[in-house]
């Protein structure tokens, strides 16, 4: 059998975190290819329904990137999403997902050096969790 | 019990202290809110078997109080309530959706048969008019059996109870609660028309979601959906982390924000492990 590729869509920051996995790029760093990147406004765009959708659609983790709090662009937007992927977590693992397929964290337009150690690191522990069952994709 | 509902609501009707009491009345064997404005009406007033009383009339998108209230600016009113409805009635207020400085409540405590059949843990209202306190019921099995539960364990119990639905839209329906203008449960992005079951588990995940930090734990979406599905053991569930995380509990003081609409600096977050 072919060795397990992640699926992880990755959803970050018009300001900071994009701007950190521009860097990321832009510096050269290596990190796994697993990830695809899906650029928001805010952090705090991301409906929590999204992210499920994601998971049914056959993603194997998702990874919300956004500004450190305090940093935000629109002040605030980051606060709800800390929030809001709380409560996603809470109902994932009620419903029978593992919550640890989704991750929240802050990267800003200077790390990207962190950029790619959060990701290196995500994709490593969703190695380890395996593929999305077919039982959650419908 | 509800002798003496009558006579107090006949009493606030007589002397003016209300213009109007919405409750539930029977007719023809049957239960349905309605405002009553005449004292002589008020043999049919019930308040049992219950019925959702606050639901947002979906044509009209608000709940009944509001639409009375637009309408009636000053009017006095008069709600003969149990706990739950008390506690709906917060939250709607919170929500710009009534004006409680205008509502009396008849506070009804619900009896140790109906706390049970609830298995609610707070079945009477803050002031009690009628009937006795009895103490609510602090545990669910539902609940503690779904905890037991391991994760694939769980993905296959919802697997097969989401997989009963009908999408007839009863627990948004019936939910005093659910009050979006614009319900995401309508809209093709999310809830695809003529699938059946909806997709599992967005469409119930949409509402899980919604209700989290609202929810006031009435079950009127449990008991009016047709097939049976154990909603109220999420919604408890998320009750109970949204009072860990935030130190929040919904339809209890109309002063308390709702920890979702604000920042972390007006409602801190406690750290999730």
């Excluded at chain 2, 009050?179 to 949409?206: A, S, Y």
Aim: proline share 6%; charged share 30%.
């Amino acid at each position: 059998m072919s060795e397990f590729k992640p699926k992880i869509v990755t959803f970050t920051c018009n300001w900071c975190s994009y701007a950190g996995a521009d860097l990321a790029g832009v510096s050269r760093i290596q990190y796994p290819p697993n990830i695809r990147i899906i650029r928001l406004m805010c952090s705090g765009r991301l409906e929590p329904e999204i992210v499920v959708k994601s998971l049914l659609y056959g993603a194997d983790g998702v990874l919300v990137l956004g500004c450190h709090i305090g940093d935000c662009h629109y002040i605030a937007g980051n606060h709800r999403t800390k929030k809001r992927i709380a409560i996603l977590r809470k109902i994932l693992s009620y419903l029978g997902i593992d919550p640890r397929r989704v991750r929240l964290d802050w990267v800003s337009a200077a790390e990207g050096d962190r950029f790619a150690q959060i990701v290196t690191e995500f994709t490593k522990e969703i190695r380890k969790l395996g593929p999305i069952s077919k039982e959650v994709c419908s | 019990m509800i002798e003496e509902v009558r006579k107090l609501a006949n009493e606030w009707l007589k002397t003016g202290k209300v213009d109007a009491i919405l409750g539930l009345k029977e007719e023809d064997g049957h239960i349905a809110p309605h405002l009553f404005t005449k004292a002589d009406e008020l043999d049919s007033l019930v308040t049992s078997p219950k019925y959702p009383l606050l639901n947002t009339f979906r044509p009209l998108k608000r709940n009944i109080l509001y639409l009375i209230q637009k309408n009636h600016r000053n009017a006095k009113i008069g709600v003969v309530a149990r706990g739950c409805d008390e506690r709906a009635l917060i939250e709607l207020a919170k929500r710009d959706q009534l004006n409680l400085e205008k509502i009396e409540l008849i506070g009804v405590a619900c009896t140790k048969d109906e706390a049970a059949a609830c298995s609610c843990p707070k079945p009477y209202p803050r002031n009690i008019v009628v009937g006795e306190k009895v103490e609510g019921i602090p545990s669910d099995p539902d609940i503690e059996a779904l905890l037991k539960k391991s994760l694939p364990e769980r993905l296959a119990f919802w697997r097969y109870q989401l997989s009963k639905c009908i999408k007839c839209y009863g627990c948004r329906n019936a939910c005093p609660l659910c009050l979006c203008q614009d319900c995401k449960l309508e809209q093709e992005l999310w809830v695809k028309t003529g699938q059946l079951p909806p997709e599992i588990p967005i469409f119930h995940f949409i509402r899980f979601y919604h209700l989290a930090d609202r929810c006031i734990e009435c079950g009127e979406c449990e008991r009016a959906c047709p097939v049976g599905i154990p909603l109220l053991t999420i919604y408890k569930l998320l009750r109970r982390d949204v009072k860990e995380l935030f130190d929040y509990e919904a339809g209890v003081d109309v002063k308390q924000e709702a920890p979702l609409l604000t920042t972390l600096d007006e409602t801190p977050m406690r750290s999730e492990e």
